[in-house]
Each structure stands twice: as C-alpha cells, then as structure tokens.
C-alpha cells in the first residue's frame, strides 16, 4: 500500500514517530471505522481519526444540527442548523482530508440493525448518551468480535474504555442506572467533549497501529474540575448476558491483514472459517507467521482473546489462524 506525494507530506507527523511510522500510517490508511453517534464525542473524534488518514469513516447518527449542539460539537457551523449531522460532518471532513472515504448513515442504531452496521468494520467508537444504544452497540460488537472505545461525559467529569469482546461494556454496566443522567438534563461543559472525544481518538489510533498499551479492559475517569484522572480495571463478569460463559459458543478466529513491513489483526466470532472468510475475501494463502507478528504482539493477542492460540498450521488458510474454543 502506498502512498501519494501530498499523503507523505500531510502524514509527515506520523511517519518519524517510531511507534507509527510507515507500516503504521498503512494500517490507518487500510482500517474501517464505526462512529456512533456524530456530537460531542463522536464530532472531534472523528475529525482526528480523518486527520490522521483513517481510511474509512462510517458515521451513524440521525440527529440534525441545532445552536445548543455548537456549544461542544466542533464538527459544525451556525451555518448547519437543520442540517443533517452526519451529511454536514461528511462534508466537514472530506475538505479535511479528500483521501478519507466518509460514509454518511442518517439511522439511529438500534438493535434490529447493530450488527448489520458494525459487520466489516475494524474498530467502533461509542460516544452516544444513552444505554439503550450503548447496550445495543456493545453486544453488536461482541457478537461481530470487533473492539469496542466507548466514551461518555456529564457535567465536569469523562471517562474513556476500551472492549474487546470480554470483559465488554455489560461486565461494565450490567443494568441501566435507575438515576442515569443526560448531558442534556445536566449540562456538560464544551471543553470536556473535545477533551474526551480526542482521547477516544487516540486509544483508537494505539489499537490499529498497535502502539503502546490502549486501554483494553479499563477505564480513564477525568475529573476536569480537579484536573486529576484516575485508571480502574475492569474485570470480566462470568455472568454477563453478553460476554459470559454461557454465551462463548462460537469460535475465535484470528484474522490478519499482511502488509509485508506491518500489518493488522482482528478478533472475530463466528461459527466457521467459512462465515470469516466470506467477510474478508480479499485474504491470501501465506505459508508462515508474518515477520512482523513477534512474540509480543502474540501474547497480546492471546491477551485480548483471554485463552492461548494453538499452534498455527501451515500454511494458513487464508490468512486465518483457528484459536482454541472459547468454551
């Protein structure tokens, strides 16, 4: 995968850092992106993400652009009023950056049609405000075994996570909150949004370059108004009526994309290597590991899938390692 005379220069941040670099920017480049919910988290995380060569951005979001909106969503203008906030957000970050495909979809996600918008996508980012749609992002994403950033802000304080099928946000929040608040009911302040919205980016920009320790299985609390944050972890709940033991029947296959220099990995569910390989037709037969999967990233995977990988067979069909059951 290459890249143009204006790519190198416009990315030219990123390709002297050691920790992105080429094969890096080629995994930003190559990735597919879920944004739901396009306001005051998903609006600045989607301007980074296009900034920094994501290179498809899906965006789901039915609302329409109102002044109260402005105060924190920097995506738009006094202009858009009325507009549609995913179509005036496509057109925002097109003259951003031309070399991000934007995939407006004016939808509320819900239930009936998660997995359906989740399916071939890389990576999700939640940063709508109610737990209906975050329950029903979460369970989509645990079932398409695509990893989960979900954020969410009120008043002065944020917090940020990361899922990656088990522990997932229901080990989290296994009910909705009785006293569950809105920043709507309870004001949030401007600043905050951009604040969090911009770390939801960043632990997306670790995942799929695999760069430092994202936040898989914990979670950043910000206190704006103490200046002090604050990491828990998150442990998975065995009784989890979407992550738990009595719901693990599928098997965990590991999928990855071969760049040569780099690549990218993806854990997914799914009945057989058929069913993955229809979602991935693009996948090659390779005779061995890639180079650039050593050891380290190999215990991290194993990390995410929580059991040991087998030992792979060779070759591997279709780029495709069968892990052991998840029973």
Not at 2 to 7: K, V
Not at 56 to 61: I, K, P, Q, S
Not at 89 to 100: D, F, G, I, S, T
Not at 114 to 123: C, Y
């Amino acid at each position: 995968m290459s890249f143009s005379d204006d790519e190198v220069d416009r990315y030219a941040r990123h390709l002297v850092l050691r920790e992105i670099g080429g094969p890096g920017q080629q995994r930003l480049k190559a990735a597919r992106v879920l944004i739901v919910g396009a306001g005051g988290l998903g609006a600045p995380a989607a301007l980074y993400l296009a900034a920094a060569g994501v290179g498809a951005l899906t965006l789901v979001d039915a609302d329409t652009v109102a002044l109260s909106n402005l105060q924190r969503q920097v995506l738009y203008a006094t202009g858009d009023e009325g507009r549609i906030k995913v179509e005036a957000a496509a057109a925002r970050l097109a003259a951003l950056n031309p070399h991000v495909r934007v995939t407006p979809i004016a939808e509320y996600l819900t239930e009936a049609n998660a997995r359906a918008l989740i399916a071939g996508h890389d990576l999700v980012l939640d940063g709508t405000d109610d737990f209906a749609t975050r329950f029903a992002v979460n369970a989509a994403s645990v079932a398409e075994g695509v990893t989960l950033v979900s954020g969410a802000i009120g008043r002065w304080t944020g917090q940020v996570g990361v899922f990656s099928v088990r522990p997932c946000y229901r080990c989290f929040v296994p009910d909705i909150p009785p006293d569950a608040e809105t920043c709507a009911a309870v004001g949030v302040v401007g600043a905050l949004a951009g604040v969090v919205g911009s770390m939801m980016a960043l632990e997306a920009m670790k995942l799929l370059t695999d760069a430092g320790q994202p936040l898989t299985g914990r979670l950043l609390i910000y206190d704006a108004l103490a200046a002090e944050t604050r990491t828990v972890r998150i442990g998975a709940d065995p009784e989890c009526p979407v992550c738990g033991d009595k719901m693990s029947t599928k098997t965990a296959f590991l999928v990855v994309h071969d760049y040569g220099m780099g690549g990218v990995w993806a854990v997914i569910r799914a009945e057989n290597a058929q069913d993955v390989s229809g979602k991935y037709p693009e996948l090659e037969i390779v005779s061995e590991r890639p180079g650039w999967m050593d050891d380290a990233i190999y215990a991290d995977i194993e990390r995410r899938l929580g059991c040991d990988i087998d030992d792979p067979p060779s070759p591997w069909l279709a780029s495709l390692i069968e892990a052991r059951k998840i029973d």
